[in-house]
C-alpha cells in the first residue's frame, strides 16, 4: 500500500483503538464483530459509541469451513451493520479466515476492517488481495520487528469517516487521517 495510506503505530492494540475509537460513528451505527476476536478489538469497539453485536462464526474450529463463515457473517449483517471487525488469523484456534471472500460477500456500505497481527508476514497476501478497507498489525510477531512498532493502513473509504487525532507538527498536513500526518 502506499505511505500515505499507511499510520506507524506502537502496536496492534494502538491501531484497533485509533481505527475504532476515531470513525465518525453514531450510536445507531451497528458494528459487527465475531466472539473469537480479540480484548483490543472489542474493548476499542465498546468505545467507539456505536452499537456493537458478535457473532460465532463456527461452533468447532476444527470442522470451521469457508461456506459456513462467510454464510454466518452474511445472516448477521442487518440494513444498519456499518463495520465489520475481524481477525485474520485467530491466535486461540489456527482459524484464518477467508478475508475476500467474506469481503466480496457482503454489502458495499460494510466497510471490512482487520487485525491481521497472526497473518501479516505469515501470508504474503497484500491488503488489496484481502479486499479488506482498513487493517491494523503489530510488526513484532511474523515479521521479527521490535515491540513497539506496528501498522494502520486504511482506504479513503475509511480515511474519509475518521477524525484526526494527533496534530501535525507542520502544518502542511492540516486534517490529515488518524495521526494528523
Known sequence: APASEVALTDSTTMGLGLLYTRLALRP???VLTTEHDFYATHESLRLSGARVRRVALYGDPRQASEDEIVSRLRRAVTGRTRILALTWVHSSTGVRLPVRTIAQALPDRVLVCVDGVHGFGANAATVRDL????????CHKWLYGPRGTGVLWA???????????IPSFDGASYG?????G
Not at 490529515?176 to 494528523?180: L, P
Request: with cysteine; proline share 4%.
Open 28 to 30: 445507531e451505527d451497528e
Open 131 to 138: 479486499a479488506c478497507d482498513a487493517f491494523v498489525s503489530g
Open 155 to 165: 482506504n479513503e473509504r475509511v480515511r474519509e469517516l475518521m477524525r484526526p487525532t
Open 176 to 180: 490529515a487521517w488518524v495521526a494528523g
